[in-house]
């Protein structure tokens, strides 16, 4: 692998988890100051509010991840003008569904009896009218982030963008907890964050056509043709959210309906901290896929069968590494995060952990197809999984009346999406898959990359 598709990676996978810091950083460090600032009834109020604009992030429909992979392709091909046109292109489709998109939640918010539907007590009606205002122009103005995304990774630039949008994330959190701390309502925190995103994004636009020239805003190169021939990997980028929201959300609602509130909290506390295995593979994936596409737009498939497995390699074994440091330290975690109000449950703790662990082996095949849009068969059979081990989680559950149901559905969900995503990769690349993790299950060329990295440093 050439040296500087290996520094482009590590620059990824040192963005991306800064990312995942900065998550953590507004996770742990939002909830104590908001408590003490607005009190328990108003904090709630407002995670409620905060909650329902996310879904206004659908509104682009799959189309900014499905141009950003085209768009690096296309500019590893050489194909610069055409790049420019799905740029453009995109860009003319988010500024019409954001315009619509705002047009739409405004006569929504005021012509809609929000009092009826919302039971509030510390935030008043007007006021929650203005916050979900606030919050849904955020999403919007936030939508044309994606364009820009598709041309800093088209350009190269991916982990400079990662930094940017998550370092302008964690001011927009510093700003609501100082607007809070100061004796702000959530009103005007909800305009501050506003604010900010305001201000970030327009900055963020112009400082990319300044460092990239052939990039250009405009509507001159836009033709629907680009977006119609995004439209199937577009439909596979929605099918993603839905069948996550299946399998968290979903599994919540089928626990707490079946088991209780109480058991809610238990499988929901265990999986948030069993992820964190799966972030650190997400982190290794997203930093593979620009350099992914651009092997594709290349039609170098040695290169991709290369990345693939590299970057099965380090997801695998950071998840391993992960997995066995929360089989010791797990319980202790966890009675310290939730002051011991959550009890472990060992069984169902360790099927999560072993469900994580899986995911590593079909996420990675994804993340290849993904970098191609061939990847809508495999997102559709995520949702069809997704689904069905809702359904067998439903039927363990009444069975067996025991909450590591869940967790067994779940595991069997991962192995039917690894052996469907290793068909469906040597189907379109004509790469072994199960070659490739068996190489990858070797450690030494990832050892030998670490150690060699760290002894460039001391010299």
Not at 93 to 101: E, K, N, R, T
Not at 263 to 282: D, N
Not at 338 to 348: A, D, I, N, S
Request: aromatic share 10%.
């Amino acid at each position: 692998m050439d040296t500087s598709v290996k520094n482009r990676l590590r620059r990824g996978l040192g963005a991306n988890v800064y990312n995942q810091i900065v998550t953590a950083v507004i996770q742990l460090t939002g909830v104590p100051i908001l408590l003490h600032a607005w009190g328990t009834e108003r904090y709630g109020e407002w995670l409620i509010l905060f909650s329902i604009p996310a879904y206004l992030s659908m509104t682009d429909l799959g189309f900014s991840l499905s141009a950003a992979n085209d768009m690096a392709a296309l500019v590893a091909s050489g194909n610069r003008k055409k790049a420019l046109a799905v740029f453009q292109s995109l860009g003319l489709l988010i500024l019409g569904a954001s315009c619509l998109g705002l047009i739409l939640i405004t006569l929504l918010l005021y012509g809609l009896p929000l009092g009826r539907w919302f039971q509030s007590g510390a935030i008043s009606i007007s006021q929650a009218q203005w916050i979900l205002w606030c919050l849904g122009a955020e999403v919007l103005v936030k939508l044309s982030e994606g364009t820009v995304h598709a041309g800093f990774r088209s350009a190269g630039d991916y982990p400079l963008h990662v930094k940017i949008f998550a370092t302008t994330r964690l001011i927009q959190y510093v700003v609501i907890w100082c607007v809070a701390f100061a004796g702000g309502k959530p009103a005007a925190a909800a305009m501050a964050y506003l604010l900010v995103r305001l201000i970030a994004t327009p900055c963020t636009a112009v400082f990319l056509v300044h460092r990239h020239k052939w990039l250009q805003f405009g509507f001159n190169c836009a033709r629907k043709a680009e977006l119609t021939r995004l439209l199937r990997p577009a439909i596979a980028n929605i099918s993603m959210p839905l069948a996550q929201a299946l399998n968290v959300q979903g599994l919540v609602l089928l626990v707490g309906a079946l088991l209780g509130p109480l058991s809610v909290v238990t499988f929901s506390t265990l999986r948030t901290l069993t992820r964190f295995a799966l972030q650190l593979v997400m982190a290794v994936a997203n930093a593979a896929e620009p350099e992914l596409a651009s092997a594709f737009g290349a039609g170098d498939l040695k290169l991709i069968g290369s990345l693939f497995v590299h970057a099965q390699r380090a997801a695998l074994w950071l998840s391993l590494l992960a997995a066995a440091f929360l089989s010791f330290f797990g319980p202790f975690i966890l009675r310290i995060w939730t002051h011991g109000k959550v009890t472990m449950h060992p069984e169902l703790f360790a099927l999560l952990l072993a469900s994580a662990v899986a995911s590593t082996f079909w996420y990675g095949m994804l993340t290849v197809l993904k970098s191609a849009n061939r990847h809508l068969r495999t997102a559709s059979v995520y949702v069809l999984a997704s689904a069905s081990s809702l359904g067998l989680a439903a039927l363990l559950l009444v069975w067996t009346s025991n909450i590591a149901s869940v967790g067994a559905a779940l595991l069997i969900m991962d192995a039917v999406m690894a052996f469907y995503g290793a068909k469906e990769l040597a189907r379109v690349f004509n790469i072994d898959a199960f070659s490739g993790l068996l190489r990858a299950l070797n450690p030494y060329p990832l050892l030998m990359a670490l150690l060699g990295k760290a002894s460039s440093r001391q010299l």
